[in-house]
């Protein structure tokens, strides 16, 4: 039983960071077309806020968890992000020299 109320509890929070990276995202697009500077900067910062509960929260929700049931990268999933950005930098330095 203990089980079963404690997989409840892991979805509310799970739901609950949905929502709240819901209103993160909303916030940073806002910001992106805001024209005045002092309504960017305080979106920028409730972007912020809401990132940090995000961030608790997650680490709320992967402490509760079982450890059988935490994310296990996929061989595919091993590649870095920043690997596929940097990937077309020499070619752009190349088009730079000539």
Request: with cysteine; glycine share 4%; net charge negative.
């Amino acid at each position: 039983m203990q089980y079963k109320k404690n997989q409840m509890s892991v979805g509310l929070m799970i739901q609950r960071c949905h929502r709240w990276r819901q209103k993160r995202k909303q916030f940073l697009d806002q910001a992106r077309q805001t024209p005045d500077e002092i309504e960017r900067e305080r979106l920028l910062q409730m972007a912020e806020h809401y990132g940090r509960i995000v961030n608790d929260e997650q680490g709320k929700i992967d402490s509760t968890r079982d450890p059988r049931e935490k994310y296990s990268p996929a061989p595919d999933d091993d590649k870095d992000e920043d690997d596929d950005e940097d990937s077309g930098f020499p070619d752009f330095m190349a088009q730079i020299k000539k």
